[in-house]
């Protein structure tokens, strides 16, 4: 590269680079104004209010972020340490976005029964991943949950809202990878 190439490089870098930083800023603003609306409402709320707290935020933005918790802490005077020790402790909230195509297993009776529990392993070893986690490639996240309607399709997945019935090792590959085929061809 010539000069002239060579400063054009590290313009556009450096452009690339702020408009970044800007969009974080406006993602990160949008984000807290919907946590400081929330806390709005928690005004004198003691310790007893943290799980409704961290339940309406991740019902807001979809998950838990580093910056929501450090504000939840800072309202409701506790460590951020311990915010994460109670919402780990409860496999309802998840710390990353969910992935493109979020998968629900099931864990109610019906489904445990019939071998939910093995069809999670299977996902979690397939992908990767843990339930409440986001694939690194963001397609994909797990999330468990409680009786979906459908237990006579036990044990049972949901993608998107897409049902599938009566998973097993097998089928549960087959399911997962239609949808990365669906994502290659689109
Ligand atoms: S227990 Fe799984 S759908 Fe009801």
Do not use: W
């Not at 939840?72 to 409860?90: D, M, Q």
């Not at 009786?147 to 009566?166: D, S, T």
């Amino acid at each position: 590269m010539d000069l002239r190439s060579n400063l054009v490089y590290i313009i556009r870098l450096l452009q690339t680079s702020v408009k970044g930083k800007f969009l974080n800023l406006a993602l990160k603003s949008n984000e807290m104004e919907k946590v400081d609306l929330i806390l709005k409402e928690y005004k004198n709320a003691c310790h007893d209010s943290l799980i409704p707290i961290l339940q309406e935020i991740q019902e807001a933005e979809g998950f838990l972020s580093e910056t929501a918790i450090v504000e939840v802490g800072n309202h409701l005077h506790l460590p951020t340490s311990k915010i994460y020790g109670v919402a780990t402790f409860y496999n309802q909230f998840r710390f990353q976005p969910k992935g493109k195509y979020n998968i629900q297993v099931c864990r109610g009776t019906a489904c445990h029964v019939l071998g939910s529990s093995t069809v999670l392993n299977e996902l979690e070893k397939y992908l990767k991943i843990k339930a409440g986690q986001t694939s690194r490639d963001n397609l994909f996240s797990i999330e468990v949950v409680a009786c979906i309607g459908a237990c006579g399709l036990a044990p049972v997945i949901a993608i998107n809202g897409e049902f599938h019935a009566k998973v097993t090792v097998d089928s549960l590959k087959e399911i997962v990878e239609s949808y990365r085929n669906r994502e290659e061809l689109s």
